[in-house]
Protein backbone atom coordinates (compact mmCIF):
# COMPACT_ATOMS: atom_id res chain seq x y z
CA UNK A 1 0.00 0.00 0.00
CA UNK A 2 1.78 3.16 -1.20
CA UNK A 3 -0.36 5.91 -0.01
CA UNK A 4 0.52 8.96 -1.41
CA UNK A 5 3.03 9.03 -3.85
CA UNK A 6 4.19 12.92 -5.43
CA UNK A 7 6.87 13.48 -7.67
CA UNK A 8 9.15 14.78 -8.61
CA UNK A 9 10.86 14.92 -4.88
CA UNK A 10 12.82 17.98 -6.33
CA UNK A 11 12.48 20.39 -8.84
CA UNK A 12 14.42 23.83 -10.09
CA UNK A 13 12.62 26.13 -12.64
CA UNK A 14 13.50 29.16 -14.04
CA UNK A 15 10.93 32.30 -13.88
CA UNK A 16 8.66 32.01 -15.87
CA UNK A 17 8.35 28.42 -17.03
CA UNK A 18 5.77 26.20 -16.04
CA UNK A 19 5.45 22.72 -14.29
CA UNK A 20 2.77 20.09 -13.13
CA UNK A 21 3.27 18.39 -9.44
CA UNK A 22 1.78 14.85 -9.27
CA UNK A 23 -0.24 13.74 -6.87
CA UNK A 24 -1.59 10.26 -6.79
CA UNK A 25 -3.18 8.35 -3.77
CA UNK A 26 -4.34 4.67 -3.31
CA UNK A 27 -6.76 4.34 -0.49
CA UNK A 28 -9.63 5.66 -2.42
CA UNK A 29 -9.99 8.61 -0.02
CA UNK A 30 -12.73 11.19 -1.29
CA UNK A 31 -10.52 14.21 -0.24
CA UNK A 32 -7.42 15.42 -1.69
CA UNK A 33 -5.54 18.39 -0.56
CA UNK A 34 -2.15 20.59 -1.83
CA UNK A 35 -0.39 22.72 1.04
CA UNK A 36 2.94 24.50 0.74
CA UNK A 37 5.51 24.95 3.78
CA UNK A 38 7.45 27.93 4.24
CA UNK A 39 10.15 28.01 6.50
CA UNK A 40 8.19 28.89 10.00
CA UNK A 41 4.81 29.21 8.45
CA UNK A 42 3.26 26.20 8.86
CA UNK A 43 1.47 24.71 5.82
CA UNK A 44 -1.00 26.44 3.97
CA UNK A 45 -3.66 24.97 1.95
CA UNK A 46 -3.60 25.82 -1.40
CA UNK A 47 -6.35 23.96 -2.63
CA UNK A 48 -8.55 21.08 -2.07
CA UNK A 49 -11.38 18.52 -3.29
CA UNK A 50 -14.16 16.69 -2.32
CA UNK A 51 -14.05 14.51 -4.94
CA UNK A 52 -13.80 13.58 -8.92
CA UNK A 53 -14.60 16.53 -10.88
CA UNK A 54 -15.25 19.30 -7.35
CA UNK A 55 -12.24 21.61 -6.58
CA UNK A 56 -12.12 24.83 -4.29
CA UNK A 57 -9.44 27.41 -3.16
CA UNK A 58 -8.03 27.42 -0.05
CA UNK A 59 -6.08 30.56 1.71
CA UNK A 60 -2.86 31.04 -0.98
CA UNK A 61 -4.56 29.55 -4.55
CA UNK A 62 -2.96 32.41 -7.04
CA UNK A 63 -0.56 31.42 -8.65
CA UNK A 64 -1.93 27.95 -9.07
CA UNK A 65 -4.30 25.64 -10.79
CA UNK A 66 -5.57 21.76 -10.07
CA UNK A 67 -8.20 19.55 -11.47
CA UNK A 68 -9.49 16.40 -10.28
CA UNK A 69 -10.62 13.77 -12.68
CA UNK A 70 -9.90 10.61 -11.03
CA UNK A 71 -10.15 9.74 -7.34
CA UNK A 72 -6.59 8.59 -7.39
CA UNK A 73 -5.31 11.70 -8.76
CA UNK A 74 -4.57 15.47 -7.82
CA UNK A 75 -1.81 17.25 -9.87
CA UNK A 76 -1.02 21.44 -9.14
CA UNK A 77 -0.25 23.00 -12.11
CA UNK A 78 1.87 26.41 -11.72
CA UNK A 79 1.68 28.52 -15.29
CA UNK A 80 4.26 31.34 -14.60
CA UNK A 81 6.80 30.28 -12.15
CA UNK A 82 8.12 32.89 -9.76
CA UNK A 83 10.30 33.33 -6.98
CA UNK A 84 7.82 33.59 -4.71
CA UNK A 85 6.52 29.92 -5.34
CA UNK A 86 10.22 28.46 -4.29
CA UNK A 87 8.76 26.31 -1.34
CA UNK A 88 8.17 22.15 -0.12
CA UNK A 89 4.68 21.28 -1.11
CA UNK A 90 3.00 18.63 0.58
CA UNK A 91 -0.02 16.55 -0.94
CA UNK A 92 -2.42 14.65 1.44
CA UNK A 93 -5.69 12.79 1.35
CA UNK A 94 -8.54 11.69 3.62
CA UNK A 95 -11.71 10.49 4.19
CA UNK A 96 -13.50 12.16 6.91
CA UNK A 97 -15.76 10.77 9.03
CA UNK A 98 -14.53 7.15 8.28
CA UNK A 99 -14.44 5.53 11.64
CA UNK A 100 -13.74 8.90 12.98
CA UNK A 101 -10.96 9.76 11.04
CA UNK A 102 -10.60 13.24 10.07
CA UNK A 103 -6.78 12.93 10.05
CA UNK A 104 -4.89 13.19 6.48
CA UNK A 105 -2.15 11.36 5.14
CA UNK A 106 0.44 13.22 3.07
CA UNK A 107 2.89 12.87 0.85
CA UNK A 108 6.35 13.16 0.58
CA UNK A 109 6.76 15.98 -0.94
CA UNK A 110 8.39 18.72 -3.55
CA UNK A 111 11.33 20.73 -3.53
CA UNK A 112 10.63 23.71 -5.49
CA UNK A 113 13.07 26.22 -6.70
CA UNK A 114 12.55 28.99 -9.33
CA UNK A 115 15.05 30.80 -9.80
CA UNK B 1 -11.80 31.46 9.79
CA UNK B 2 -9.95 29.31 12.55
CA UNK B 3 -6.43 30.37 13.96
CA UNK B 4 -3.93 28.56 15.10
CA UNK B 5 -1.61 29.66 17.30
CA UNK B 6 1.76 27.21 18.40
CA UNK B 7 4.11 27.90 20.84
CA UNK B 8 6.96 27.20 21.44
CA UNK B 9 8.94 27.78 17.86
CA UNK B 10 11.94 25.83 19.16
CA UNK B 11 12.40 23.34 22.49
CA UNK B 12 15.52 21.74 23.07
CA UNK B 13 15.57 19.07 25.98
CA UNK B 14 17.49 16.41 27.28
CA UNK B 15 16.73 13.18 26.81
CA UNK B 16 14.29 11.63 29.39
CA UNK B 17 13.04 14.47 29.73
CA UNK B 18 9.37 15.39 29.52
CA UNK B 19 8.51 18.17 26.49
CA UNK B 20 5.24 20.22 25.97
CA UNK B 21 4.02 21.88 22.91
CA UNK B 22 0.93 24.15 23.22
CA UNK B 23 -1.64 25.75 20.63
CA UNK B 24 -4.62 27.31 20.93
CA UNK B 25 -7.13 28.01 18.35
CA UNK B 26 -9.65 30.81 18.05
CA UNK B 27 -13.07 28.83 16.91
CA UNK B 28 -14.95 27.71 19.74
CA UNK B 29 -17.06 25.50 17.42
CA UNK B 30 -14.05 22.87 15.94
CA UNK B 31 -14.39 19.67 17.15
CA UNK B 32 -11.17 17.78 16.10
CA UNK B 33 -7.49 18.25 17.08
CA UNK B 34 -4.45 16.35 15.61
CA UNK B 35 -0.62 16.47 16.17
CA UNK B 36 1.52 15.70 13.53
CA UNK B 37 5.15 14.73 13.37
CA UNK B 38 7.59 15.80 10.78
CA UNK B 39 10.70 14.39 10.31
CA UNK B 40 13.62 15.78 8.16
CA UNK B 41 12.63 15.45 4.04
CA UNK B 42 9.46 13.85 4.91
CA UNK B 43 5.97 14.75 4.78
CA UNK B 44 4.35 15.18 8.31
CA UNK B 45 2.65 12.13 9.59
CA UNK B 46 -0.07 11.72 12.44
CA UNK B 47 0.83 10.65 15.85
CA UNK B 48 -2.22 11.09 18.01
CA UNK B 49 -5.47 13.47 17.95
CA UNK B 50 -8.28 14.33 20.00
CA UNK B 51 -12.04 15.48 19.85
CA UNK B 52 -13.83 18.00 21.36
CA UNK B 53 -15.91 15.71 23.51
CA UNK B 54 -12.59 14.12 25.65
CA UNK B 55 -10.40 15.87 27.70
CA UNK B 56 -7.55 13.33 27.29
CA UNK B 57 -6.07 10.75 25.35
CA UNK B 58 -2.42 9.05 25.66
CA UNK B 59 -0.56 6.65 23.66
CA UNK B 60 2.28 5.12 25.31
CA UNK B 61 4.90 7.83 25.72
CA UNK B 62 2.71 10.92 24.23
CA UNK B 63 -0.47 12.45 25.73
CA UNK B 64 -3.08 15.02 24.32
CA UNK B 65 -4.91 17.52 26.51
CA UNK B 66 -7.51 19.80 25.53
CA UNK B 67 -9.51 22.51 27.40
CA UNK B 68 -12.47 23.58 25.38
CA UNK B 69 -13.23 26.47 27.52
CA UNK B 70 -9.58 28.12 27.40
CA UNK B 71 -8.87 27.02 23.73
CA UNK B 72 -6.41 25.36 24.32
CA UNK B 73 -4.63 21.93 23.70
CA UNK B 74 -1.03 20.81 24.23
CA UNK B 75 0.83 17.67 23.30
CA UNK B 76 3.16 16.18 25.96
CA UNK B 77 6.21 13.87 25.50
CA UNK B 78 7.78 12.04 28.26
CA UNK B 79 10.70 10.16 28.70
CA UNK B 80 12.09 11.70 25.54
CA UNK B 81 14.32 9.82 23.18
CA UNK B 82 16.58 11.26 20.42
CA UNK B 83 14.16 10.09 17.74
CA UNK B 84 11.29 11.98 19.27
CA UNK B 85 13.49 14.80 17.61
CA UNK B 86 11.80 16.40 14.69
CA UNK B 87 9.16 19.59 13.74
CA UNK B 88 5.59 19.11 15.48
CA UNK B 89 2.34 20.69 14.16
CA UNK B 90 -0.76 21.24 15.82
CA UNK B 91 -3.49 21.69 13.92
CA UNK B 92 -7.70 22.07 14.16
CA UNK B 93 -10.49 21.51 12.14
CA UNK B 94 -12.44 24.16 10.96
CA UNK B 95 -16.25 23.68 11.62
CA UNK B 96 -18.89 23.95 9.21
CA UNK B 97 -17.54 26.17 5.94
CA UNK B 98 -17.01 23.79 2.90
CA UNK B 99 -16.26 20.80 4.54
CA UNK B 100 -13.77 21.34 7.36
CA UNK B 101 -10.18 21.79 6.58
CA UNK B 102 -7.43 21.42 8.83
CA UNK B 103 -5.31 24.45 9.58
CA UNK B 104 -2.21 23.97 11.05
CA UNK B 105 -0.12 25.57 13.79
CA UNK B 106 3.40 27.27 12.61
CA UNK B 107 5.55 24.31 13.82
CA UNK B 108 7.76 23.61 16.87
CA UNK B 109 11.21 22.32 16.27
CA UNK B 110 12.06 19.92 19.46
CA UNK B 111 15.65 18.60 19.71
CA UNK B 112 16.42 16.02 22.30
CA UNK B 113 19.45 15.71 23.62
CA UNK B 114 21.92 11.94 24.25
Known amino acids: NAGVTQTPKFRILKIGQSMTLQCTQDMNHNYMYWYRQDPGMGLKLIYY???????DKGEVPNGYNVSRSTTEDFPLRLELAAPSQTSVYFC??????????????FGSGTRLTVV | GENVEQHPSTLSVQEGDSAVIKCTYSDSASNYFPWYKQELGKGPQLIIDIRSNVGEKKDQRIAVTLNKTAKHFSLHITETQPEDSAVYFCAAREYGGSQGNLIFGKGTKLSVKP
Open chain 1, 49 to 55: SVGAGIT
Open chain 1, 92 to 105: ASNTPGTGGAYGYT
